[in-house]
């Protein structure tokens, strides 16, 4: 593949479906290509297909990687550099949850999740900034020129939730690990302000396999409201240059709600919405 066909490129990471997917599928509308980057290697192949036939100009690269792996970040590093990708976005969307009381839930399963949540998405961030760096400055010097209607500014997203303003029981480290993509986002955001464009999304319930995998489909949570990942995933991008981002009016609501509301009032409302 030559190296012209992989600029203006954004890494994905769970993008075998879910806002994911979403996001693979609407980035490429706008005509980036694609680095796309989950566990199911079939899943991701068929994403792959039919991005592939819908927009055949865009270049859409897979790989398939466990980010709970030791060795996964140094797979992904240097799949970029062997196939001499020029990243202009990264999307740092793999994540989960695991519903249930802490002490009671596998703490292997635990270790899991703060991994992907937490050290994946830090660690890639850490890896990837030089190279978004190196994107801006190339825009700056009008070396990279905008084209098809792409916006060649380097961007990162970090997938938060609405959850991250808050203590949640029956998802503590879902929760918390939240926080720190929202509070890590708000901090790169400042840091590299002019460079990159940083944000946290934090969408609150979506159609996705969130709720199956958290085993929390019967929740009121996400019988209360949910939102549409296309929603979700359309407003992210557009307001890609805010620190957060939240999308739909009732999750914004909920997030000025948390913040007047004292905080044993919303851990318990919490809890029951999550029993």
Known sequence: MENDEMKNTVLITGASAGL?????????????????????TERLSTVQRNISIKYPSVSCLVLSVDLNEADALATLVNFVSLQKIELTGLI???????????????????RELLQVNINA???????????????????????IPHSQGVQAVPFIINVASTAAFQAGPNLALYYASKAFVLSFSEALHEELKGKIQVSALCPGATKTEFAEVARMSNSLVFKLRVMDKKAVVSYALKKRGKAIVIPGLMNKIGVIAVKLLPRFITRKLAYQIQK
Do not use: D
């Open 121 to 143: 998405l830090t660690m890639l961030s850490h890896a990837f900034i030089p190279h978004l760096t190196a994107t801006s400055i190339a825009v700056h010097n009008n070396k």
């Open 20 to 40: 994911g997917e979403e996001f693979a599928w609407q980035l490429a509308e706008q005509g980036f290509n694609l680095l796309l980057v989950a566990r199911r």
């Open 92 to 110: 740092n969307n793999a994540g989960f949850g695991i519903r249930g009381e802490f002490y009671a839930l596998p703490a292997n399963r635990q």
